[in-house]
């Protein structure tokens, strides 16, 4: 079940990254764009402590929105190493030679509460036109 729940997410997050590209570039969703053969790799967002709820992408401000959830308390060497990278996941976009064009560290949406079972929502914001063109996988690290 969590198999197709991050396979539904990757393909959703596909296709707004696909509308994304076509609406900037004034093609319309049929024409194949360089994004046709993006990846994406969330396996880290189901690591202990969070584990990935659901993904809910708006191509109006080109933000993805991640529902996490606590599976348990983070260790003390979690939050010192969240804390020096900026939480627990960053997103790094390669390109077709599998080389780190771009890294986006995500922000924390709401209070940081880390009980388990609390939610909270990471916002990656989708870099510009030309790194997305250049993408070809993401690397959820």
Avoid at 85 to 92: A, E, K, S, W
């Amino acid at each position: 079940m969590l198999r197709h729940l991050l396979t539904t997410v990757a393909i959703g997050l596909l296709t707004v990254s696909l509308l994304t590209l076509g609406v900037a570039s004034g093609q319309g969703p049929a024409e194949k764009t360089a994004a046709d053969v993006l990846t994406w790799n969330l396996d880290h967002m189901r690591q202990e402590p969070i584990r990935l709820i659901k993904a809910t992408p708006d191509p109006r401000t080109r933000e993805v929105r991640f529902l996490v959830e606590f599976t348990r308390q983070p260790t003390a060497f979690e939050m010192f190493d969240w804390d020096q990278h900026g939480g627990p996941v960053v997103f790094r976009f390669l390109d077709e030679d599998g080389v780190i064009i771009k890294t986006v560290k995500p922000h924390w949406e709401g209070e940081l509460f880390t009980r388990p079972g609390s939610r909270m929502r990471l916002v990656l914001t989708m870099p510009d036109d030309k790194t997305l063109a250049l993408t070809r996988s993401v690397v959820a690290d």
